[in-house]
């Protein structure tokens, strides 16, 4: 139907040129050469052909060579010709167009070849971008109906992929499909019949083309009418295939990362009970043996003896409620629920609170403060900034030789105001510091790292601030963090 309308088309463009020409030339004939109107002539076969094809050509070159023969060769009104040069000016005119209309309609096919293959490269070029592309699946599934809807124009595309054991509609765009036209092309199994591709034949009626990989069948893309052309339909064909692997890609990348977060979830999870078991078994431990003795001693233990015993029962369940208040911030870090609540405090006061909230039993024995009353306030949230403290304290607790000192120290940069936490302890190699604030990190020999240094630098990190490990003086650990000032004058009680 189509080809038909465009030989009208071409065909009464060739005449209505032809007659325009005739027109234009009349008035002047009896001073033009014989063969100057076949030249002139020339161009509607020329624009005919383009237009309308080969039939459209072929027309325009029958009626040209009878609007030359009658108008301009003598007799003029008549098919006779006066002299037997001009039969063969005629006939040349005649021949010299077919071949003019086989030329220029090879040319125009050509063309038109050179077109539908830019198209199509353009088109497989735009589909192999979806295979490079790092997309979700539900982002790929309504690109690819949107895209086949585009390129081949039908009314209506419809993706179905496996799901819960059978094929479902994931993505549609266009006219949408009823449930009787879908049943047609899919299996009471739920299985597309054959898993092939229902291409053949002609009409409207909904068509499905399975979308396979090596590693077997993916999905069915539904159409509502495909394209005629056998090129089309082998495109169509190259399309499908690319799309197979486009989603087969997305579906393992989209695998791949659930069995990743997977296997971190368990990693973190052993991780955790590793971390834990042994700070959970030696307070409980301690808690066990001295309410033991406490009730089934066979001796008469003395006063003393029991505040001793009842002292450590206190501060060992003191450590178990540190152990379970880290696991509890870590929780809160992890899922994105950490808002420091800033106040200007004093860096002292913030010291009184870690030294206060880690008790007698579990701070350090030997401990020295070094942090002057006159020092800049601190915007920070005070709670925070004191787990973080108490924290570096307990830790430097655990490493520090019997005798020596822990060292708290503040003082002021042009910025903040730089605290640290000092022990004389064995210290931690320069290359396992990199990663001493990581969770469950075991990294160095002396096992120093913790979840209690993560909390930490969580902590700090809040106030948009960094840690840091230093070497101290005495060969042992410094850890160092910065402040940021506060504008207010008055702190907070």
Same mark, same amino acid.
């Given at each position: 139907?189509?080809?038909?309308?465009?030989?009208?088309?071409?065909?009464?463009?060739?005449?209505?040129?032809?007659?325009?020409?005739?027109?234009?030339?009349?008035?002047?004939?009896?001073?033009?050469?014989?063969?100057?109107?076949?030249?002139?002539?020339?161009?509607?076969?020329?624009?005919?052909?383009?237009?309308?094809?080969?039939?459209? !050509?072929?027309?325009?070159?029958?009626?040209?060579?009878?609007?030359?023969?009658?108008?301009?060769?003598?007799?003029?009104?008549?098919?006779?010709?006066?002299?037997?040069?001009?039969?063969?000016?005629?006939?040349?005119?005649?021949?010299?167009?077919?071949?003019?209309?086989?030329?220029?309609?090879?040319?125009?096919?050509?063309?038109? $070849?050179?077109?539908?293959?830019?198209?199509?490269?353009?088109?497989?070029?735009?589909?192999?971008?979806?295979?490079?592309?790092?997309?979700?699946?539900?982002?790929?599934?309504?690109?690819?109906?949107?895209?086949?809807?585009?390129?081949?124009?039908?009314?209506?595309?419809?993706?179905?992929?496996?799901? =819960? $054991?059978?094929?479902?509609?994931?993505?549609?765009?266009?006219?949408?499909?009823?449930?009787?036209?879908?049943? *047609?092309?899919?299996?009471?199994?739920?299985?597309?019949?054959?898993?092939?591709?229902?291409?053949?034949?002609?009409?409207?009626?909904?068509?499905?083309?399975?979308?396979?990989?090596?590693?077997?069948?993916?999905?069915?893309?539904?159409?509502?009418?495909?394209?005629?052309?056998?090129?089309?339909?082998?495109?169509?064909?190259?399309?499908?295939?690319?799309?197979?692997?486009?989603?087969?890609?997305?579906?393992?990348?989209?695998?791949?990362?659930?069995?990743?977060?997977?296997?971190?979830?368990?990693?973190?999870?052993?991780?955790?009970?590793?971390?834990?078991?042994?700070?959970?078994?030696?307070?409980?431990?301690?808690?066990?043996?001295?309410?033991?003795?406490?009730?089934?001693?066979?001796?008469?233990?003395?006063?003393?003896?029991?505040?001793?015993?009842?002292?450590?029962?206190? *501060?060992?369940? =003191?450590?178990?409620?540190?152990?379970?208040?880290?696991?509890? $911030?870590?929780?809160?870090?992890?899922?994105?629920?950490?808002? @420091?609540?800033?106040?200007?405090?004093?860096?002292?006061?913030?010291?009184?609170?870690?030294?206060?909230?880690?008790?007698?039993?579990?701070?350090?024995?030997?401990?020295?403060?070094?942090?002057?009353?006159?020092?800049?306030?601190?915007?920070?949230?005070?709670?925070?900034?004191?787990?973080?403290?108490?924290?570096?304290?307990?830790?430097?607790?655990?490493?520090?030789?019997?005798?020596?000192?822990?060292?708290?120290?503040?003082?002021?940069?042009?910025?903040?105001?730089?605290?640290?936490?000092?022990?004389?302890? @064995?210290?931690?190699?320069?290359? $396992?510091?990199?990663?001493?604030?990581?969770?469950?990190?075991?990294?160095?020999?002396? !096992?120093?790292?913790?979840?209690?240094?993560?909390?930490?630098?969580?902590?700090?990190?809040?106030? !948009?601030?960094?840690?840091?490990?230093?070497?101290?003086?005495?060969?042992?650990?410094?850890?160092?963090?910065?402040?940021?000032?506060?504008?207010?004058?008055?702190?907070?009680?």
């Amino acid at each position: 139907m189509v080809s038909v309308c465009r030989s009208v088309t071409g065909t009464s463009v060739a005449v209505g040129l032809i007659a325009a020409l005739t027109l234009a030339m009349v008035p002047f004939r009896g001073h033009l050469a014989v063969a100057t109107p076949g030249l002139v002539l020339v161009i509607p076969v020329v624009v005919g052909t383009i237009a309308g094809g080969l039939a459209a !050509g072929f027309v325009a070159v029958v009626v040209g060579s009878v609007v030359y023969d009658l108008v301009f060769i003598p007799p003029y009104g008549t098919l006779a010709v006066a002299h037997g040069q001009y039969w063969f000016t005629l006939a040349v005119y005649a021949v010299v167009m077919v071949i003019v209309v086989r030329v220029v309609n090879a040319l125009d096919r050509a063309h038109s $070849d050179a077109l539908t293959h830019a198209t199509e490269a353009r088109h497989l070029f735009e589909l192999s971008e979806l295979l490079v592309e790092e997309r979700s699946v539900a982002e790929l599934v309504e690109t690819i109906v949107v895209t086949v809807r585009t390129v081949f124009g039908t009314r209506g595309v419809a993706l179905l992929l496996p799901v =819960d $054991d059978r094929l479902r509609v994931v993505a549609a765009s266009g006219e949408p499909f009823s449930e009787s036209e879908l049943s *047609s092309l899919v299996s009471t199994s739920g299985l597309p019949v054959g898993l092939g591709t229902n291409m053949q034949g002609g009409g409207d009626e909904p068509r499905a083309v399975a979308l396979t990989t090596p590693g077997g069948p993916v999905g069915l893309l539904v159409l509502h009418n495909v394209p005629g052309a056998l090129t089309d339909r082998e495109l169509l064909m190259t399309f499908a295939n690319h799309l197979a692997l486009a989603l087969e890609r997305a579906q393992l990348r989209q695998t791949a990362l659930h069995v990743g977060t997977l296997e971190e979830v368990d990693r973190l999870r052993r991780s955790l009970v590793g971390a834990v078991s042994h700070d959970l078994r030696t307070p409980l431990a301690t808690i066990k043996i001295a309410v033991s003795s406490l009730r089934y001693s066979d001796s008469n233990l003395s006063s003393e003896e029991q505040s001793e015993m009842l002292a450590l029962v206190e *501060s060992q369940a =003191d450590r178990l409620d540190r152990l379970v208040t880290n696991l509890l $911030d870590m929780t809160r870090i992890q899922a994105g629920a950490l808002e @420091p609540r800033h106040q200007a405090v004093r860096a002292d006061a913030i010291v009184d609170d870690a030294v206060e909230a880690l008790g007698p039993a579990n701070g350090p024995a030997n401990l020295q403060v070094d942090v002057p009353e006159d020092l800049p306030l601190v915007d920070v949230d005070r709670l925070l900034v004191a787990q973080a403290i108490a924290n570096l304290l307990e830790n430097a607790a655990r490493f520090a030789p019997e005798g020596t000192p822990v060292t708290v120290r503040a003082a002021t940069t042009p910025t903040s105001v730089r605290m640290s936490v000092e022990d004389q302890g @064995p210290g931690v190699p320069p290359t $396992d510091r990199e990663g001493i604030f990581e969770m469950f990190s075991r990294r160095d020999a002396g !096992g120093r790292a913790g979840l209690g240094l993560a909390i930490a630098k969580a902590f700090v990190e809040a106030h !948009g601030r960094r840690i840091w490990l230093e070497d101290s003086s005495s060969g042992g650990a410094c850890f160092v963090f910065d402040l940021p000032r506060a504008t207010a004058l008055v702190a907070a009680s």
